[in-house]
């Protein structure tokens, strides 16, 4: 009998050492998530101000709305065009806008690339009409601005293009109408005498982020994915380069060594799989500078130029 207590006792203050750890685990969880900016269970509505204020046009949008930030009296005049890709980079830009004294103009519009091409609807429905309607009214804006004009081009990379025969492509051929596609919008501002920038598409994870961050907070660096390689996706790249225009690559600000952070520096980067956190991207202004800088002071190039630069293979 006596053994048959000692056992008891025994079990008793093992499962009481037990209860106290995991009570102590998660009584460290709260304190531990409030040290992510921001919170995992806050960053899916992490999105810039202008999606909240009527800048991110909707699916049957064919206009964008005045959409003004920055100084609203500065001479030069930033546009941010394209899709939710672009427009994840705005408080970035905003921070440099401000401190350039420059307008910075938001023209985005859902599930549409800046590049003149046509798309499929995401999601079915066949050709995305709308999309199409917005960028011809966006780019007749920009034209309006002239030499005072610096655009800055940003957009998803998975979308589908259509092919003349009205036909969708795939791979290799897709990438290469998407990458035409952004080199005919280029094309298109710079005739008008603005300058242009390119910024480079983000990673995408594999998963939600802030879910999978929010399911062991003690430990987001198990939320790291390996970077994604897919150069028919990196047609936004090969653009830029063509186009001999400056191009933003946000890349190195968010993977190292061939591995994208989840946290950094306590900051949670991802509000989804696609999309960077409000927060995270307002910390990454300096490396819009060399860009913006470049673009300020470019002239505009004889449109020969265009296309003429050493393409993927050549690189």
């Known amino acids: 009998m006596a053994f048959s207590v000692l056992v008891s006792r025994l079990a008793r203050i093992v499962a009481a050492a037990i209860a106290a750890l995991l009570l102590a685990h998660h009584a460290a969880s709260p ?32 206009h964008s709305n005045a959409c003004l930030y920055g100084d609203p009296h500065g001479h030069r005049v930033l546009f941010l065009f394209g899709d939710s890709h672009a427009l994840q980079n705005f408080p970035a830009l905003q921070v440099d806008a401000r401190r350039r004294r420059w307008r910075l103009v938001v023209l985005t519009k859902r599930d549409c690339t800046p590049g003149s091409v046509s798309i499929r609807l995401e999601g079915g429905g066949g050709a995305y009409g709308p999309c ?43 990438s290469a109408a998407l990458e035409a596609g952004y080199l005919a919008t280029i094309r298109q501002v710079r005739r008008a005498g603005a300058a242009v920038l390119v910024i480079r598409n983000t990673p995408e994870a594999p998963f939600d982020v802030p879910d999978c961050v929010a399911a062991d907070i003690s430990d987001p660096s198990a939320c790291d994915f390996p970077a994604p390689h897919d150069p028919d996706r990196d047609f936004d790249v090969r653009a830029a380069h063509r186009a001999h225009v400056p191009l933003v690559d946000l ?42 800088r470049r673009a300020a ?4 190039e004889p449109e020969a130029t265009l296309g003429e630069g050493p393409t993927a293979a050549g690189r």
């Open 132 to 174: 199409a309607a917005w960028r011809r009214h966006v780019l007749r804006r920009i034209e309006r601005a002239g030499r005072q004009g610096i655009v800055a081009i940003s957009g998803d990379t998975t979308y589908t293009a259509y092919g003349s025969g009205g036909e969708e492509l795939y791979g290799s051929a897709n």
């Open 31 to 62: 304190a531990q998530a409030r040290t992510i900016r921001p919170s995992p269970a806050a960053a899916h509505s992490d999105k810039a101000a202008p999606f909240y204020e009527g800048c991110m046009i909707g699916v049957r949008g064919t």
């Open 297 to 300: 002071r470019a002239g505009v």
């Open 251 to 292: 890349t190195p600000k968010i993977c190292s060594r061939g591995i994208c952070h989840a946290v950094i520096h306590g900051y949670l980067v991802y509000r989804d799989d696609a999309h960077l956190t409000a927060t995270y991207d307002r910390t990454l202004s300096g490396a819009f500078e060399p860009a913006l």
